[in-house]
């Protein structure tokens, strides 16, 4: 198990923390849900999705089912736009609770991310009960979009009484493989921040997300829960060690571009997935601090990571290029540091 577990009286320990093993079944497929599987190691087994057709049979035997909202793709959930676009996450996030509980599952654990709480220049820390997006601005494409539509199902199953119910959401995800608007924003030629705004960085490495969703389970842990390391990197200290220089632009600049640059097709990511790479949503992670879990990785190894795993790729308008992946899709950030590329323009005006 990755993260390091402390003992404390402030936590229930659950069946596992008493000794008493799990028939664990992983749902999902991607780095995140690879890496919540080898957590939980000979005990679990793997689902890429449960199926339609005897969803019940899928899960049978299943103590703790663990339902990975969170894939660690970019490319899984890019197409998803609008509320109907999400209505596949939706089927499956309420077949797979459904069944949970009809097998009389224990416990069950969902991946998502703090992404769902937005991200904001005058809001420095995110804390476990902070707000989800809601009214207009929880009308989302691509991941977060997708995030808020599986939170909603699964806050519907969280107002009956079993199984025990846990939401896991992490900081930005990194290592393991793991490909997102965040680690994409680190494959262009330069950083881009927004003017007049610091924006601190959290990293949580995939292993350590799937070490939490054990530790809940063993402790007993329920509710909504963020993850995330104590250390925050500083702008400065991300850009020495990404080798890249930064590029500052007014805000009304660079989302303004990325909306024009989205609405033609040159960037697949929406607009709104800028914020994440420029605004701050570190979180506090307190109800997992309070019971002792403790990441075994910092921000700063997990940036390591992170680095390490884009080393030699180069990602323009939010798209790999030179190795010909033309149809990799990518971040905002990444694409609007890079506005004054004619290339960009070119493209947009063929668009």
Not at 164 to 179: E, I, K, N, Q
Not at 184 to 202: D, I, K, N, S
């Amino acid at each position: 198990m990755a993260g390091r577990q402390v003992r404390s009286g402030r936590s229930a320990p659950g069946p596992a923390a008493e000794g008493s093993s799990h028939d664990v079944v992983v749902v999902g497929d991607g780095p995140v849900a690879e890496a919540v599987t080898a957590a939980w190691g000979p005990r679990a087994r793997s689902l890429a999705e449960v199926p339609a057709q005897d969803p019940e049979g899928a899960l049978t035997g299943a103590s703790v089912v663990v339902l990975v909202a969170h894939p660690g793709r970019i490319d899984a959930v890019a197409d998803h736009r609008g509320p109907l676009g999400h209505a596949a996450a939706v089927a499956h996030a309420q077949r797979t609770l459904s069944a949970a509980r009809a097998v009389r599952a224990a416990h069950v654990v969902v991946v998502s991310s703090a992404v769902v709480h937005g991200a904001h220049p005058d809001r420095p820390t995110v804390h476990d009960d902070a707000p989800l997006l809601a009214g207009r601005d929880a009308v989302r494409d691509g991941l977060v979009g997708h995030l808020l539509a599986v939170e909603a199902v699964v806050a519907r199953h969280a107002r009956r009484r079993a199984p025990l119910l846990t939401v896991l959401r992490p900081a930005a995800v990194a290592g393991g493989g793991v490909d997102s608007f965040v680690t994409r924003h680190f494959e262009a030629p330069r950083l881009l921040t927004v003017r007049g705004v610091e924006r601190p960085w959290q990293l949580v490495h995939v292993e350590d997300v799937a070490a939490a969703t054990v530790f809940v389970v063993e402790h007993g842990l329920t509710g909504p829960l963020t993850v995330g390391p104590p250390d925050v990197l500083t702008p400065a200290q991300v850009s020495a060690a990404a080798g890249l220089r930064t590029v500052d632009l007014p805000a009304a600049t660079a989302f303004g571009a990325a909306e024009r640059l989205h609405r033609v097709g040159v960037l697949p990511a929406p607009s709104v997935e800028l914020s994440y790479v420029v605004y701050p949503w570190t979180v506090a992670a307190d109800g997992l601090t309070a019971a002792g879990f403790v990441p075994e990785r910092s921000s700063a190894q997990t940036l390591d990571a992170l680095l390490e795993g884009v080393r030699g790729r180069l990602a323009v308008g939010g798209r790999r290029v030179g190795a010909r992946d033309v149809a990799a899709l990518g971040a905002a950030g990444a694409a609007v540091a890079l506005l004054g590329t004619a290339a960009i323009w070119r493209q947009a005006r063929r668009r």
